[in-house]
Antibody, heavy 126, light 112 residues
Framework: QVQLVQSGAEVKKPGASVKVSCKASGYTFTGYFMHWVRQAPTQGLEWMGRINPNGGGTTYAQKFQGRVTMTSDTSISTAYMELRGLRFDDTAVYYC???????????????????WGQGTLVTVSP | DIVMTQTPLSLSVTPGQPASISCRSS???????????LYWYLQKPGQSPQLLIYEVSSRFSGVPDRFSGSGSGTDFTLKISRVEAEDVGVYYCMQALHLPRTFGQGTKVEIK
């Protein structure tokens, strides 16, 4: 079955970096974009960016430009999201989610974020 | 960026009764390919979001038929025909027409 399994919870100090992994299984990794979405405590969903594992092309939300890097390793079907210069308000659950928009033909179903990882809690604490 | 606005932000529903959530976008979500890129997700307590509805009105695999989506252009609605206890959680609409993807604020549905 299709699964996205993320790395475990992290506690970081302000100014540090965190790298979250997302291992995909059950589908062709290079056939989908991988998006990253975060959710601060008791808050809504915030889109961070996406990567196309087929070639590595990325698009980031302007808010995170310069602080985030998304990469992928197709040999192990794993996507990564690194966030640098952590601040207290980066405390959140970070999710990966796969997506076919801009990959499949428009005549096919445009499934957006149809499978999500379990989430990784990143806590920024002094 | 496209702004997504949901109403109401919370809803208390008696089991077996219908529920309706509205979502409005700051610009039309109709693409030149003829599709409208509006999606609905449910985040159950303690879980990751799950896709319910894609392209305004198509139910994703495994989604019960008591869930339905409708709308066009900038105004959309998610309806639950008969709310069940398992439907509690926060519902989000999202646009996928342009990057950045943007979500509504979420509508919390609870059972009376």
């Amino acid at each position: 079955q299709v699964q996205l399994v993320q790395s475990g919870a992290e506690v970081k100090k302000p100014g540090a970096s965190v790298k979250v992994s997302c291992k995909a299984s059950g589908y062709t990794f290079t056939g989908y974009f991988m998006h990253w979405v975060r959710q601060a405590p008791t808050q809504g969903l915030e889109w961070m960016g996406r990567i196309n594992p087929n070639g590595g092309g990325t698009t980031y939300a302007q808010k995170f430009q310069g602080r985030v890097t998304m990469t992928s390793d197709t040999s192990i079907s794993t996507a990564y999201m690194e966030l640098r210069g952590l601040r207290f308000d980066d405390t959140a659950v970070y999710y990966c989610a796969r997506d076919v928009i801009d990959i499949v033909a428009a005549s096919l179903p445009q499934y957006a974020l149809d499978m999500w990882g379990q989430g990784t809690l990143v806590t920024v604490s002094p | 960026d496209i702004v997504m606005t949901q109403t109401p932000l919370s809803l208390s529903v008696t089991p077996g009764q219908p529920a309706s959530i509205s979502c409005r976008s700051s610009q039309s979500l109709l693409h030149s390919d003829g599709k409208t890129y509006l999606y609905w997700y449910l985040q159950k307590p303690g879980q990751s979001p799950q896709l319910l509805i894609y392209e305004v009105s198509s139910r994703f695999s495994g989604v019960p038929d008591r869930f339905s989506g409708s709308g066009s252009g900038t105004d959309f609605t998610l309806k639950i025909s008969r709310v069940e206890a398992e439907d509690v959680g926060v519902y989000y609409c999202m646009q996928a027409l342009h990057l950045p993807r943007t979500f509504g604020q979420g509508t919390k549905v609870e059972i009376k």
